[in-house]
């Protein structure tokens, strides 16, 4: 296994079109975690899975973000029309219960910029 | 929301030096965690607290969750060049409550001179 995966590494898109970004998790881990990551800050959280049910999705920026888990295993986060404020690093992350917060492995990422 | 502050905000020191940031929230935390982060990767986990007035350390790395819950530090001994990047600091639970989700501070950008 070779840790949280991201793809694509980087997305371009055009103001007003839906991107989707995803995330596949180390493969033992049941916790999925969506982060945002704009220039100069911190990581925001946005939102959570455990197995396929999503827990909190109240932190969402907008109704234009959602995401899924349908069988457990991958997720995918989806904004719909992009604004250029949506540009940003958006980091997935997995743990289990077993582990605790040495088991919380962060992705590399996905820098979507919006033009 | 919760807020945590998080200060310096950068430091430039020599190799060799040893290092302080911490990290203030007018929040009680149930977990304090420490990553670090290079340019164009996720954090990584350094240290993780739990429990009021723990001291853990991980090598040149030493950290504290305060004992008022809204506080911790991090120290790093004999700095090296492959310290150099961003490091911040996270906290779960507490007065805030419900996501399973880390809030973070801004980040303390760690850079040094040889």
């Known amino acids: 296994d070779t840790g949280v995966s991201q793809n694509p590494r980087h997305k371009i898109t055009k103001r007003g079109q839906n991107v989707t970004f995803r995330c596949d998790p180390i493969s033992e881990h049941n916790r999925l975690y969506w982060y945002r990551q704009t220039l100069g800050q911190g990581p925001e959280f946005l939102t959570y899975f455990q197995n396929e049910a999503q827990l909190e999705k109240s932190r969402l920026l907008s109704d234009r973000f959602s995401a899924e888990r349908p069988k457990g295993s991958f997720s995918t986060l989806e904004i719909q029309r992009t604004e250029q404020g949506d540009s940003a690093m958006y980091l997935c992350a997995s743990s289990s219960d077993r582990e605790g917060y040495y088991g919380y492995t962060f992705g590399s990422g996905t820098r979507l910029t919006v033009v | 929301g919760q807020q945590l502050n998080q200060s310096p905000q950068s430091m430039f020191i020599q190799e060799g030096e040893d290092v302080s940031m911490n990290c203030t929230s007018s929040s009680i935390f149930n977990t304090w965690l420490w990553y670090k982060q290079d340019p164009g990767e996720g954090p990584v986990l350094l240290i993780a607290?739990?429990?009021?007035?723990e001291l853990t350390s991980n090598g040149r790395l030493t950290a504290q969750f305060g004992i008022t819950r809204k506080d911790s530090f991090l120290n790093i001994s004999a700095s090296i060049p492959s310290d150099v990047g961003i490091y911040f600091c996270?906290?779960?639970?507490?007065?805030?409550?419900?996501?399973?989700?880390?809030?973070f501070g801004k980040g303390t950008h760690l850079i040094i001179q040889p």
């Open positions: 607290l739990y429990k009021a007035g």
């Open positions: 996270a906290g779960r639970g507490g007065s805030g409550g419900g996501a399973d989700g880390l809030t």
